[in-house]
């Protein structure tokens, strides 16, 4: 019912900045909550932030707060994560991700998902 494709990934170096984007289909996408994950080699994929419709509710872990903002453009059915001040830990695939109902920030409770992109920071 609703796809997701990520783009703006890339190589940066530590304390630089990206913008990714994902961008939806779908006709119920303006009421869907919307969160950004990643995911690092060998490890469990977590949430990096979340946003609920009307823009008005957002989540960060502790580990980007600060430094990434998430916004979404409803007329142009498009998510984005400003990221600022990156740092090597910060490397991995990031997922775009919609939830039909309710507020989570468990990935696992998500109905769609993207095909990621990566981002790799140097130090």
């Known amino acids: 019912q609703v796809q997701l494709v990520e783009s703006g990934g890339g190589l940066v170096q530590a304390g630089g900045s990206l913008r990714l984007s994902c961008a939806a289909s779908?006709?119920?996408?303006?009421?869907?909550?919307m969160g950004w994950f990643r995911q690092a080699p060998g490890k469990e994929r977590d949430v990096v932030s979340a946003?609920?419709?009307?823009?008005?509710?957002?989540y960060y872990a502790d580990s980007v707060k600060g430094r990434f903002t998430i916004s979404r453009d409803n007329a142009k059915n498009t998510v984005y994560l400003q990221m600022n001040s990156l740092k090597p830990e910060d490397t991995a695939v990031y997922y775009c991700?919609?939830?039909?109902?309710?507020?989570?920030?468990?990935?696992?409770?998500?109905?769609?998902w993207g095909q990621g992109t990566q981002v790799t920071v140097s130090s």
């Open positions: 991700a919609a939830k039909r109902k309710g507020y989570t920030i468990n990935w696992g409770e998500y109905d769609y």
């Open positions: 779908g006709r119920t996408f303006t009421s869907y909550l």
């Open positions: 946003i609920n419709w009307s823009s008005r509710s957002t």
